[in-house]
């Protein structure tokens, strides 16, 4: 991790790629007979919680310049836990959690 | 062949009509238009001030917006879904480095309830509406036309909608022929 950036551990939760810091990251679990079924857990920084998702798909950098704000139109209408940014590459979009 | 005595004095034209009739007709249309003109900026100032909209359609339905909310109108590009949204949202979008959220303005209308796959929003539009600080894309089939009308045109909203729709309406226009709702740019912004 450098200044201004943050490594990221992206996941498929079959809908979209969410994004976790990958410093919050304390293992990832296969789920057994659930095949492409993944559980993360994390904590290491913040309170434990876990994600199930459906693939795993690696880590990415994202630099500051590549992290903007959730709109608020779009965080009004999440249910459940909202993203507290939108990280945004040539590669894709990811929602970080 | 005898003359008249107008002829002879050549106050008759040779079609029948004296130059003073003629003279009288062109004052005439003169004032005709005059007045008309006067009676346009008289409508016009008691109407209050033009209102110029979008008008668009989503399915057999159109619908307008005041363009002064207007921030943009694009083709929808690579959407990412998100998860645990409410129905009405498609997705996000980058729009040239924003992030922009696009929602499905059949599911807000409640015209629509399916959800929408990438092929299907091809050759559509989105209309990015902003109000009150908070901005968002909305799909609509397409674009028909930008009028300008006199804000004394813009007329209840039809008692045919159903009252849980009806609050996101201003009103209704008509306009290339057609009924328009005119949407209330805050209550499509807000849940």
Known sequence: ?97 | MVNTIFEVIGMVSPGGISPLDEAREELLREASIEAEAFGREKAQEESGPARSLLVFSVGAEWYAVDLVHVRKVLRPARIARVSGAAPEVLGLMNCQGEVLCVLDLRRILGTGKEKLSTAEMEGKFIVVIQHGGKEAGFLVDAVRDVAELPASSVHPVLDSVDPSRARLFEGTVACCGQFAGLLSPSACLNP
């Open chain 1, 1 to 97: 991790m450098t200044t201004g950036s943050v490594d990221l551990l992206v996941v498929d939760d079959g809908a979209a790629l969410r994004g976790y810091d990958c410093r919050d990251v304390v293992r990832v679990e296969e789920v057994a007979g659930e095949p492409g079924g993944y559980l993360v857990r994390l904590g290491r920084l913040g309170s434990p919680r876990e994600v199930a998702c459906r693939e795993v798909l690696g880590s990415v950098a994202l630099s500051a310049r590549e992290i903007r704000p959730v709109p608020e139109v779009l965080r009004e209408r999440i249910t459940g836990e909202k993203p507290w940014a939108v990280g945004l590459t040539e590669r894709g979009m990811y929602l970080l959690y």
